[in-house]
T-cell receptor, first 114, second 115 residues
Framework: AQSVTQLDSQVPVFEEAPVELRCNYS??????LFWYVQYPNQGLQLLLK??????LVKGINGFEAEFNKSQTSFHLRKPSVHISDTAEYFC????????????FGAGTQVVVTP | NAGVTQTPKFQVLKTGQSMTLQCAQD?????MSWYRQDPGMGLRLIHY???????DQGEVPNGYNVSRSTTEDFPLRLLSAAPSQTSVYFC??????????????FGPGTRLLVL
C-alpha cells in the first residue's frame, strides 16, 4: 500500500515571495508522482508529474518539483507567487503497474496575500 | 471539447433517498473514476472503470454503485443516502495507453448535502 503525507495543511505567503510545499510518500513498489492544483470551486488540474528521467520536473504556471528517491519526497516550489496561485495543492502517487488508482495527500492550502 | 462534465452541481438529499450523479467525457478515454473529497482527507477513490462493462471498487465503495455501458458515461448511484455521504464528488478520466502515468482529467465536482 502507498501513503502520501503533505506536511503543511496551510501555507500563507506574500505575493512575489517563494513557496515550497512538502510531500513525502511511502511505498513498497515503484511509483509515479503527481501534483494537482484545485482553484476555488473548481475541479483538479495537473501541475506536473514525475514518471522517469530527470528528477527536476517543470510544470505549468512556473511551478517545479524535485523527486528525491532516498528521502521519498516530491516537494513543489515556485520562486515567486502571484495572488492567482491561491489554491489547494494535492500531491498524489500511483504504483507504476496500477490502473490509475491515485493515492492523494490531504492537501495544502496556499493563501497568497499582497 | 467539453472535457469532463458533471451534473448536478449541487444537490440536497434527505437520509434514505437515492440519486444518481452523472459524469460524461468526450475525450474517448477508457479509464474513468469517482472520488469523494472531504476536508483534511484529500480525495479518496470510490469506484473506477477501465472500459465499457468493466468496473471495480476503490478505497471507499460502500453505499455507492456504478455501471459503465458506454465509453462516455460513468454514473454514480447512491442507493440510500446517509449524512456520512455529504461530500464533494469528482469524476475523472484518462487514457489507458500509458496506464499509471497518464494524466487524469477532473470534472468540476458535485456538492452533495445529505440531511
Amino acid at each position: 500500500a502507498q501513503s502520501v503525507t503533505q506536511l503543511d495543511s496551510q501555507v500563507p505567503v506574500f505575493e512575489e515571495a517563494p513557496v515550497e510545499l512538502r510531500c513525502n510518500y511511502s511505498s513498497s513498489v515503484s511509483v509515479y508522482l503527481f501534483w494537482y492544483v484545485q482553484y476555488p470551486n473548481q475541479g483538479l488540474q495537473l501541475l506536473l508529474k514525475y514518471l522517469s528521467g530527470s528528477t527536476l520536473v517543470k510544470g505549468i504556471n512556473g511551478f517545479e518539483a524535485e523527486f528525491n528517491k532516498s528521502q521519498t519526497s516530491f516537494h513543489l516550489r515556485k520562486p515567486s507567487v502571484h495572488i492567482s496561485d491561491t489554491a489547494e495543492y494535492f500531491c498524489a502517487v500511483i504504483p507504476t503497474d496500477s490502473w490509475g488508482k491515485l493515492q492523494f495527500g490531504a492537501g495544502t492550502q496556499v493563501v497568497v496575500t499582497p | 471539447n467539453a472535457g469532463v462534465t458533471q451534473t448536478p452541481k449541487f444537490q440536497v438529499l434527505k437520509t434514505g433517498q437515492s440519486m444518481t450523479l452523472q459524469c460524461a467525457q468526450d475525450m474517448n478515454h477508457e479509464y474513468m473514476s469517482w472520488y469523494r473529497q472531504d476536508p483534511g482527507m484529500g480525495l479518496r477513490l470510490i469506484h473506477y472503470s477501465v472500459g465499457a462493462g468493466i468496473t471495480d471498487q476503490g478505497e471507499v465503495p460502500n453505499g455507492y454503485n456504478v455501471s459503465r455501458s458506454t465509453t462516455e458515461d460513468f454514473p454514480l448511484r447512491l442507493l440510500s443516502a446517509a449524512p456520512s455521504q455529504t461530500s464533494v464528488y469528482f469524476c475523472a478520466s484518462s487514457n489507458l495507453a500509458g496506464v499509471a502515468g497518464e494524466t487524469q482529467y477532473f470534472g468540476p465536482g458535485t456538492r452533495l448535502l445529505v440531511l
